[in-house]
């Protein structure tokens, strides 16, 4: 078996999958994609993973999809709060976040976009993301619109779809929201002005999930004679020549060895890459030397600018009434979904993003509200220099005061809309939780709101993530000390090399991260391509 690659793709999570596909698409590249996890194909796709609506299906499994030491800090930031430790599922398998995490398929707005630019990831505005946005999806349904066409893709590996009829029990909540003066906006990916829509999944029937394993590593394209794809492999760190990555150090089938690679692209995503990086002395020079670690080059950003959508729940017993209210659909518990402003910054829109629905299953009534465009960001650093040590990680998702406001504003923006009487006459009783924590922990919606210390308390203490860690190896300009890569994902200081993951984000963008990360893969394929 032949250890000599064109390219050597570090994480077959989403964007990994990806790349493999468009790299391997040309006969005279052999690309190597590496993988920690187990493999999964549409045939093989384990049961309790295959539904990708579900929030709790693979959590139920255990660690066995994710990394099993990954725990994320909590910074002591506010009084009376303690420091503590939580998992954080970060998916150890082909496809990553997309093999795991619910396939909501949400761009964003193109100020995200715009602003990235702005922030210099130059050719990254919203014209030059828009057609890597249409290149992944086949949207039969928008596509075929006239006024939407010329946003949508007909063709792409990403299937679209959207909740076929609303429920009687959503209407109702559309009712007060029309009372509120908000607006069917249809198509969030398409429409980015506040409203309410049916959010976009990618999904096939029966819920069956489609990641990126499943779209970018079909049958088709596992016969191409040039692309291997090594699952079950772990990578034990960069190997370098001076300033030149070129190779990777692996475990596979408990044998380590070495590969050996033309060009080395990260796509572990933005908590495994950084700790790559820096492991390899890429980064902060004066945390490298405090762990022993040789200096290859002094990139300040890597592992800084840490991004994830501030987030909690509510939940409530479903009535009689609300239950004769509520029919099973194929997505029934997502049938709505609202972006908003909450007004705590006037000069950023759309800053949350709330769904509301109900499960007959479970006879609950749902909600989780996020903040969709944070001011709050952490870091990401190393323990030790053992690759077998995960990295510490802490979000610091309410660092910034004004996201602590948006998450307050969220919770009365779902108790106005509670009480209008098409849904006060459901008799429901919400109260707090922590999000995809599927219990009644917390304290009833009404009594939090009518005790501002209380919800702040709780907001502060039982505040999560949704999993769309972000950022932590920034594309910017070279006169940036901040920036990791350029535009075209190569790492600063370092030949060979390319980050092609989530950890390139300027910043987060308002949007499960799930699209965004696919883009980001199809345009870096592009420049890797392109010899840019």
Request: aromatic share 8%; no cysteine; charged share 20%.
């Amino acid at each position: 078996m032949s250890n000599e690659f064109d390219y050597v793709i570090i994480g077959g999570g989403t964007a990994g999958s990806v790349l493999a596909n468009r790299l391997s698409a040309r006969a005279e590249n052999r690309v190597l994609l590496i993988e920690a996890g187990i493999d999964t194909t549409e045939a093989n796709t384990p049961p309790d993973i295959e539904d990708g609506l579900h929030p709790y299906l693979p959590r139920f499994a255990g660690k066995r999809y994710f990394w099993p030491d990954l725990y994320i800090g909590r910074a002591a930031e506010h009084p009376g709060i303690v420091r503590d430790q939580q998992f954080y599922e970060q998916g150890r398998i082909l496809g990553g976040g997309s093999s795991v995490n619910m396939v909501i398929s949400n761009r964003g707005v193109p100020a995200d976009y715009d602003d990235w630019a702005a922030r210099g990831a130059s050719g990254w505005n919203w014209e030059g993301v828009l057609p890597y946005f249409r290149r992944l999806e086949s949207d039969p349904v928008f596509g075929n619109l006239p006024e939407f066409a010329h946003l949508h893709g007909l063709d792409g590996p990403l299937p679209i779809v959207r909740t076929n009829a609303w429920t009687p029990f959503t209407r109702s909540i559309t009712e007060s929201l029309d009372a509120q003066g908000f607006k069917n906006i249809r198509d969030q990916n398409g429409v980015y002005t506040d409203g309410y829509f049916p959010p976009t999944f990618t999904v096939r029937g029966n819920n069956r999930r489609v990641s990126s394993a499943i779209a970018y590593l079909d049958d088709r394209t596992r016969l191409r004679p040039n692309l291997q794809i090594w699952t079950e492999t772990e990578s034990l760190g960069l190997l370098l020549s001076g300033k030149r990555a070129i190779g990777v150090k692996v475990r596979r089938h408990g044998v380590e060895g070495e590969i050996r690679g033309r060009e080395i692209i990260l796509a572990a995503g933005a908590l495994q890459t950084p700790a790559i990086l820096l492991r390899a002395g890429i980064g902060p020079a004066a945390e490298l030397q405090a762990l022993g670690i040789p200096v290859v080059h002094n990139s300040p950003g890597v592992g800084k600018n840490l991004w994830d959508h501030a987030s909690l729940g509510a939940i409530a017993s479903l009535t009689p009434a609300a239950a004769t209210d509520t029919q099973v659909d194929y997505n029934v518990m997502h049938q709505l979904g609202i972006r908003l402003s909450s007004g705590v910054d006037p000069a950023v829109a759309s800053d949350i993003f709330l769904h509301l629905g109900a499960n007959p299953e479970t006879q609950t009534a749902n909600s989780v509200f996020w903040v969709n465009k944070p001011d709050s960001s952490g870091d990401v650093t190393l323990r030790d220099a053992s690759p077998e040590t995960p990295p510490r990680v802490d979000f610091r998702l309410l660092s910034d005061p004004r996201d602590l406001e948006r998450l307050k504003y969220a919770a009365r923006f779902l108790a106005r809309t509670l009480a209008h009487p098409a849904l006060a006459r459901y008799g429901l009783s919400f109260a707090l939780s922590r999000f995809a924590t599927p219990d009644f922990g917390g304290p009833f919606l009404s009594d939090a709101l009518a005790d501002e210390a209380l919800l702040e308390n709780y907001i502060r203490t039982r505040v999560g993530g949704v999993w769309h860690a972000s950022g932590t190896a920034r594309i910017g300009q070279p006169n940036d000390p901040g920036a990791v890569v350029d535009p075209a994902g190569r790492v600063y200081g370092v030949e060979g090399l390319r980050v092609a993951d989530a950890s390139v984000f300027p910043t987060i963008p308002a949007a499960n991260t799930n699209l965004p990360v696919v883009m980001a893969a199809e345009k870096l394929a592009d420049a890797i391509l392109a010899k840019s």
